[in-house]
């Protein structure tokens, strides 16, 4: 049994080979050929693979960097960090978050074939991480066993529909169409950024993608060149108040101290380009692929896919995203210094692509100015959040790591608060409640029409 579980994770937790598993069911209700379900299915998995190896090369970039930033500002304290929390919590919790995350997967489906939200979410490995912190919430909670997985299942389930459903209208803005959703835990901090770019209501037209750099740096205007630059910069900075002996010791074995800053610079604009060609490679593929699920399974279903599907929308406001985000967390952090609280160290990782995200959506509805503004607070938002969530994990609430992304600490507050003010059954009836109100349809409009 716990082969098969640790086997289910594996599958379900890959996105490259679930997406590609939906491809093909897409596909074949479409009843295309073999070889355009070949080309479709296999491009498609190369194309999340490509993302992932993007995604990987950025982490390795931009971990050193997070290092050498405490390092050289004398900080310590909580890192936010799915990949690390989770690390952590599987050892207890493993088997549970793998059942509530295959239901709740199925509960995701079922919501979308029955309601009025048609987003099947596909970012697996996020899936894998809500499945994770809904274990442990529940057990907190005092939820046993086969209550536990329901209840945590339900949850998950909700949250992997609404999260996209909430981005949705600035999703349209930002491509144009209503073709793809965006799946990736974070929305409640994407969608204040679009608002607050939407009080820059003369600024659309001042996007991030037409700075007007003088003649002679006409060259920053490839968005390459100009990640490059900057991150060597930042990277050569924060190196110099590190010091080359921390460098030199702890991370890049022996290398000089300010090769070692320019190399990981490069490789972070190196990430960044990457992912950005696995993007249009997956999008070219899975949206008409995803037409036969609309078809056949969930009539007018959307695939909500994962974060940087949208970077290629607006590199220019990936970059000013991630680095306003950080100064937000920087902000932040100042903040809980100096009012005593638990402080939250800004962790890279995290602004950067919640940050980028922010960023663009931002830019869509504000320009520049709402790239900044809509990251900046979302650096405070994902460096606050956490905070009023380390209450409610229990033992994990006392590891120097925790959740990181802005729809974690929301949907974790939430049933946590539930739990501590009324127990179980408080969070049993806010489930049935949520799942009643998403069931209720927009019909009144259309019998008046008639």
């Known amino acids: 049994m716990n082969k098969f579980l640790s086997v289910l994770v594996d599958i379900l937790s890959e996105p490259a080979i679930l997406v590609a598993a939906i491809a093909l069911i897409g596909l074949l209700a479409q009843k295309k050929k073999v070889s355009d379900i070949m080309k479709g299915t296999i491009k498609t998995f190369v194309g999340f693979l490509v993302i992932a190896a993007g995604a990987g090369i950025l982490e390795t970039a931009l971990s050193p960097f997070g290092e050498m930033f405490q390092e050289a500002f004398q900080v310590s304290g909580v890192v936010p960090n799915n990949e690390a929390i989770v690390a952590l919590a599987l050892n207890e919790y493993g ?82 169409n209503d073709n793809v959703a965006l799946g990736h835990f974070s929305a409640v901090g994407y969608a204040i950024s679009g608002l607050i770019g939407k ?9 991030t993608e037409n700075i007007n750099f003088p003649k002679g740096l006409g060259f920053l205007r490839d968005s390459t060149v100009s990640i490059a630059l900057t991150m060597v910069v930042m990277y050569l900075i924060v190196a110099l108040f590190a010091g080359p002996s921390f460098v030199e010791g702890e991370l890049s074995d022996g290398t000089n101290y300010l090769v070692f800053s320019l190399i990981q610079g490069g490789s972070f604009a190196a990430g960044v380009f990457i992912i950005l060609s696995g993007v249009r490679l997956v999008l070219a593929e899975i949206i008409p692929a995803f037409k036969g699920i609309s078809t056949k399974l969930v009539p007018n279903a959307k695939p909500a896919l994962d974060v940087p599907i949208i970077y290629t929308y607006a590199p220019n406001a990936v970059l000013i995203g ?127 029409q008639k």
Do not use: W
Request: charged residues 5%; contains cysteine; glycine residues 12%.
């Open 95 to 176: 088997t549970n978050t793998a059942l509530i995350m295959f239901f709740g997967m199925i509960v995701n489906i079922l919501i979308a074939r029955f309601t009025r939200y048609k987003y099947i979410f596909l970012t697996g490995h996020h899936t894998l991480y809500l499945a994770c912190m809904f274990a442990v919430i529940m057990a907190v909670a005092g939820f046993n066993t086969v209550p536990l997985i329901a209840a945590g299942s339900v949850a998950l389930g909700i949250v992997m529909t609404l999260s996209p459903a909430i981005l949705q209208p600035f999703m349209r803005q930002l491509t144009g």
């Open 199 to 207: 009080l820059f209501k003369n600024s659309k037209e001042n996007s």
């Open 322 to 448: 991630f680095f306003s985000s950080f100064i937000g967390g920087v902000f932040s952090m100042a903040i809980m210094f100096l009012s005593g609280t638990t402080i939250i160290l800004p962790g890279v990782v995290p602004h950067f692509f919640t940050g980028a995200a922010a960023g663009v959506l931002g830019n869509a509805t504000g320009g520049l100015k709402g790239s900044v503004a809509g990251s900046f607070v979302n650096g405070i938002i994902v460096s606050f959040l956490p905070v009023f969530l380390l209450p409610v994990l229990g033992d994990l609430g006392f590891a120097n790591t925790t959740f990181s992304d802005a729809d974690f600490g929301v949907s974790g507050i939430f049933f946590g608060s539930l739990a501590n003010y009324a127990g179980p059954i408080a969070i049993v009836i806010s489930l049935i409640v949520i799942l009643v109100l998403m069931a209720i349809p927009f019909g009144k409009k259309k019998q008046v």
